[in-house]
């Protein structure tokens, strides 16, 4: 069964994922994903691996355009626009929505250059605003008591938790207003793993967030709402290709957890596979 979500059209969605397809050349990798993105609220990205949680996730700011050979159908609709659109810019899109990664990769430059360089990019040369910017993106990302003393040291040289609480205010420095995170603790220790989730909650509480995450805990703690990927199989045909994913639920955190609609995601946040 694929559960495919109700959507209101009167409701004002981040952004409305509409029949989403990817291709990675002639391999159809996922299948008419349908997932209603809530404003303003953290959507985890669940399933076994290989289901397609990061290739949908890069298809939403068109990270799969620097992937040769990967092609996007469908509608991915934001602010009444399919991103997708010729007129669209991809890099614009990149700058609205902003992207965090597994392995914190801060430039090998200093604190203060990493979180600038983006508002640097865009234009914004004046000193007393590029302080304001790199302070209020630092102080947003819960890192600017640790380093507010030591701006010029190298963003390299920070633990693994401060590098991606920096990856996440340089993602801020240019103001988007969707934040696409790819298992961002998934490197990390106990302790800097609870400190994004705390973050997530309440420097970015404004912002609409998806993560995707293979820690069920994690997603139960830190998402509003869940969308289950699963992998389905077409028996007949040999190959790689036979495999796919498609959605299998989407809904609140709450009710997926406590009471899943389909089988297939009671089985699968047990823990009996994936
Ligand atoms: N660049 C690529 N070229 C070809 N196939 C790809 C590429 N990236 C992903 N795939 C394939 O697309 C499918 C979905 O992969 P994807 O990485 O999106 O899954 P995932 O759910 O994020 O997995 P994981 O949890 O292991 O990260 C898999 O079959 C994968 O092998």
Redo the contacts with the bound molecule.
Sequence with gaps: MVYVPEIETEQEYAVLLDKVNVF??S?H??KDITIPIQKGKITAFI??????????LRAINRMNDL?E??RVTGDINYHGKNLYDEDVDPVEVRRRIGMVFQKPNPFPKSIYENVAYGPRLLGVNKKALLDEIVERSLRGAALWEEVKNDLRKSGLALSGGQQQRLCIARTIAVEPDIILMDEPASALDPIATQRIEQLMREELSEYTIII?T?NMQQAQRASDYVAF?NIRKNEDTPG?EN?W?ELAEFGETDRVFNNPAAEETAEYIAGRFG
């Design positions: 990675y050349g391999y990798a996922v399933g076994p691996s290989g289901c397609g949680k990061s290739t949908v992937v050979g990967a995707v293979h990927f790689i495999r994913g």
